[in-house]
């Protein structure tokens, strides 16, 4: 299987920094599901492969982070702190907003495959709360307004 | 990008460079930067390791450990090479200070590291940074690779002899993983599972290899010990809390936000004047100090110094510096609930009374709150919490434990007014949602 070039050379400089080939696997498999957009069966085999691991070794791994997901998802993962921080700030008021805007719940992704919505741990942004993180991007001291904003931005992005 | 506060009371060491451009290397040298490296490679390494001892610094992760301590466990001889493991996994609840110091002042990081190896003779370095932080792991690969294309890392630093490395790890979201045996699992490509302990890090760690384990606030603190000197930095805290520290401001405050204040300040002050105080008129009802784990003050229990010593001697913890301000608007069983449900989503599940000890405390308090609740059921939160105590592998048990416990010991009316199928007395009517009822 092919991924970018980026990515192979990532990850042949990044054999290169440990004694061991299997300590590359974790920041791998995030590298490799930005590409694919989840960890496909052939992505699992294929790393398996490359790292001398059972597909067993590397779905361990796999279940036990929490960004790291083996189904498929929108193209923006809109992602909802209710952590504490969050919590006192209307994080749960915002994952609400958020259902209600999107028509889909915790862990749904929208019927044009454009959005998933999930419920997530603090994301270290909690002076800023409440937060957001779509893929990797912040959106911080949100309000339902503001929250729309944001939605509308990524759906022109998605449309240039 | 993170907004910057500033407040008149702040003592700027670690945020000194914050907002000045410092990601770029140059802007670093000029700033200051680079010349606490070239001084320690002059110096003896058990020189910088007494300087870093004496200057009173204490683990910034959250256990508070003498730093200089710390790094004197490692052995001098080793069979095996040793390592320095930068701690960037930030994610306790309340805590979003690394992510600043990464984003503006990655270069101190890693001079930090390369002094603590040179320290302990380590000849590499990984900074360990967690997986939300994609933007900052971007920013660390630049500028570990600027140091590199410079010759302050890599072979014969400043012409030294002494050859260092410096390598980037990203993690894939694990809140366990910032515990330190699990990190170093993580880092070999495993799941975040604790390493029961003895053998320390310090002698047995990444690879079998004699490893320091440093969060990044703590390495970022150490040029400028190397260029102030330990006793400069002794005086800015109070006896044996050396320096200053970044606290992380949150919740319900008119200006949260992350302000550097010298240990030992005042908590109320840091609520009512650095923080702006409670908005909408509204009362304090309790202070997280430091990141969800410690337990829970009141708003009585206030009037102290925001150091590792005080707070232990008032039944809390500083730390990770993560401080949430809760008012009284805010339901305790259900902030209680909210606590227990993270953990019980990041127990890893290695250990029994941990991973079925979060699990059923998520179960009773979720009823409890629902209206289901029994009088038994709230010695049984305060029991169950109680037995988690010191029987795991990592803190993580603990950290689900303690907050649980205070919040049951200090709120304990708030529990009696959800009983005998009572709605939540701070629900709003209408946003009441209906939650599960496990019979």
Redesign the interface.
Known sequence: MRFSDQFESRFTEMLTHYPTKRSVLVPTLLYAQDEVGYLSEEVIAELAGRLDLTELDVRNVISYYSMLTTKPRGKFNVQVCTNIACLLRGGEELLAHCEEKLGVGNKGTTSDGLFSLEEVECIGACSWAPAVQVNYDFHENLTPEKMDGVLDEYRKRARQ | M??LVSHPDEVRVVAKRFGMGATNIDRYVELDGYKALRKALGMQPDAIINEVKNSGLRGRGGAGFNTGLKWSFVPKVSAK?KYILCNGD???????K??LIFEHDPHAVIEGAMIAGIAVGARSA?IYI??????LLDIMQKAIADAYAKGFAGKNIFGSGYDFDL?W???????EVGEESALME???????VPRIRPPFPAVVGL?GGPTVINNAETLASVPHIILGGAEWFAGLGTPKNGGTRLF?????LNQ???YELPMGYNLKKMIYDVGGGIPNGRKLKAV?PGG?SCPLLTADEIDLAMDFDTLMKAGSMLGSG?L????DS?CMVK?AL??MK?YR??S?GWCIPCREGTDWLEKTLTRFHSGGGIKKDIDNIQYLSENMLGRTFCPLGDAAALPTISIVKKFRKEFEDHLEGKPCPFEKAS?A?QLPVFA
């Open positions: 993170a907004e090479p930030e994610s306790e609840p309340g805590t979003c690394d992510r990984y967690r997986g939300e932080y994609r933007y390598y790890h990203g993690g894939a979201g694990a809140y993580s880092l070999e490509g495993k799941r975040g690879w992380c401001l949150s919740g319900h949260p936000g992350v997280v969800s993560g949430v301000v809760v008012d805010t902030f909210r606590i993270f989503h990041e890893c946003a949602r």
